[in-house]
Every structure is written in C-alpha cells, then in structure tokens.
C-alpha cells in the first residue's frame, strides 16, 4: 500500500474504481448477441447497483488477488460480477415479500423508486449479469478459471449459500432458531459470498489448493465478524447510521448470535476472530497487511 495512503481510502478508491467499472458494464449499448436494454429495466439495475456502499467484497477479491500476483483487472471483473450478484440479492431481500425495506444505502429501495414487477426483473438481470461477467472475452483468464470462479459463486449464492440462508431467515421470523441454526443460517445468507471474495483472489490467480483453502477459512472468519458486527450496530445504531432502518431484527423476533449472548460477548468475540484472521495469513507475511487491516476494519465497522 502507498504509504500515503490510509485503509479507508485506499477502500474508497478501490470502491470508485468498481463503481466506474459496472458503469462501463450497465452502459445502454447492448453487449454481442444482446438483442437491446430496455430503458426502465436498465434504470433500475443502476439504481440498485451505483448507489454507494462500500464494496466490501470487491475489495477482499481485488486484495486477495494482489496476495498471489493475479491479474488486477481479471480481481476488477470478478469483483464486479460479484457486486452485481450482491446488489442483486439486496434488491430482492428489499421486496414486500421478504423484508420489506423502503430504504437502502440512504436511497428509496428499486421497488419504492419503481415498481415491484421491475426489481424482481432488475435483480433477475443482475443475478444473470454476474455469470456474464466473468465468462465474457473481457475477463483475462484461462477457462479453466472461469468455469471453477462460476461453479464457486452458484455453490456460494444458491441454495446451499445465500438463498438458502434467506430462506432460513424468512423462517425464523416465523420459529427462531437455536444458537446452531443461526450460525448456520448467518453463514449461508451472508458469509458465504465473503468466503467466495476471498477464495476467488486466489482462484483466478491459479495458487495452490493449499492457499485456496486458506483463503476460503480466512473468508469464513471475517464473514461471521460481518455478521456479529452487523447484528451489534442493527441493536445500536439508527437509520441514519446505518442508511436503512435499524432495529428491524428484534422486532421481528429474529433470533441472532448478539441477541443470545450480548453486547460484551460480541466485543470479546470479534476480537477473537480477528486474531484468528491474523493468524491464518501469517505465512504470506507483508503481502496480506491489507486483508489484515481489512478484518480489523470489519469488526470495528460502525456503519
């Protein structure tokens, strides 16, 4: 890192970089053997995707690329097609049907600043969009990459991963689950594309099986400190912290891990992570100083 350059902005200009990247990606010029962008449509996946946000897990498959030596712009696309396939899975988690938020990221929701049908259909269009990105001629990698980064991502968004998870999520409201069955639903809905971020730098860099699995735990570590670190500022932050509406979990009924063990278990428990995270990435030396500060970062993360 440019030693004039803090972590958060090195974060704020990695997120810019990805943002002007889906800009190039969601232009109205039809991509080859796209038939034409339907206006409405097109509106609504840029409302639901160039809104802000941090960029979290374009950023983790941009640094854990940089660990191994992998191409910077092949870490940009798959970090890309990854944002696409988050913000889909935020759109959709937006809808009455499911959580029902009118606010995201400080901004009316797609379906609030749309309509219903179209962000069932924008978020339909990103989901498919994701795959589109990595597999496309613009994105410098062997096909042997490729197919492994596609099969990683539907194993991590599907219903085994994130869906999954939201599937369990919409039951809980309904039976809370034990302390297991939130570990498990927390993994799938929201650690399983974190893992994916990590484990793909090292994927499309082609490093060893050993470093995969390495990269996949450390994942799976800064994903469950997301999470606690979510629940923690959804009981202690407001709305316009967070820029959606705060709270929503308890009155919900939701059971989490902060709800069942507290705020102090929590704290102790994020820093117990972050030591683990630290740990792991010990073997590659100055080379993982970012995902480092990234794991610290995402435990003290205020909003």
Request: charge should be negative; aromatic fraction near 4%.
């Amino acid at each position: 890192m440019n030693t004039s350059e803090t972590f958060e902005q090195r974060l704020r200009n990695r997120a810019a970089g990805i943002g002007q990247l889906l800009k190039r990606i969601l232009s109205d010029t039809p991509a080859a053997d796209e038939i034409a962008r339907p206006r409405n449509l097109l509106e609504a996946m840029r409302h639901g995707v160039l809104n802000g946000g941090k960029r979290l897990r374009p950023f983790l498959v941009i640094e854990s690329a940089a660990v191994f030596g992998g191409s910077a712009l092949a870490a940009a696309r798959v970090g890309a097609a990854l944002e696409c396939l988050h913000c889909y899975s935020l759109v959709h988690d937006d809808l009455p049907a499911m959580d029902d938020d009118d606010l995201r990221r400080g901004q009316p929701t797609v379906h609030v600043a749309f309509d219903e049908a179209t962000a069932i259909l924008a978020g339909d269009s990103l989901l498919t969009l994701a795959f589109d990105i990595i597999a496309a001629p613009e994105t410098p990698l062997a096909d042997r990459e490729k197919t492994q980064l596609v099969l990683a991502l539907s194993r991590a968004a599907g219903i085994g991963g994130m869906a999954g998870g939201q599937a369990l999520d919409l039951a809980a409201e309904k039976e809370p689950p034990g302390e297991d069955g939130i570990v498990t639903l927390q993994a799938m809905k929201t650690g399983a594309l974190i893992r994916f971020a990590c484990e793909a730098g090292a994927i499309l860099s082609a490093a060893s099986g050993e470093d995969r699995q390495r990269m996949r735990r450390f994942g799976e570590i800064i994903g469950r400190a997301f999470q606690i670190a979510d629940d923690l500022l959804d009981l202690t932050a407001d709305a316009a912290t967070l820029g959606k509406a705060a709270g929503k979990d308890a009155a919900r009924g939701k059971g989490t891990l902060v709800a069942l063990h507290g705020q102090s278990w929590a704290e102790a428990e994020l820093a117990r992570l972050t030591g683990e995270a630290t740990a792991l990435l010990s073997p590659y030396g100055d080379r993982a100083a970012i995902l480092i500060e990234t794991a610290h970062f995402v435990a003290r993360r205020k909003s």
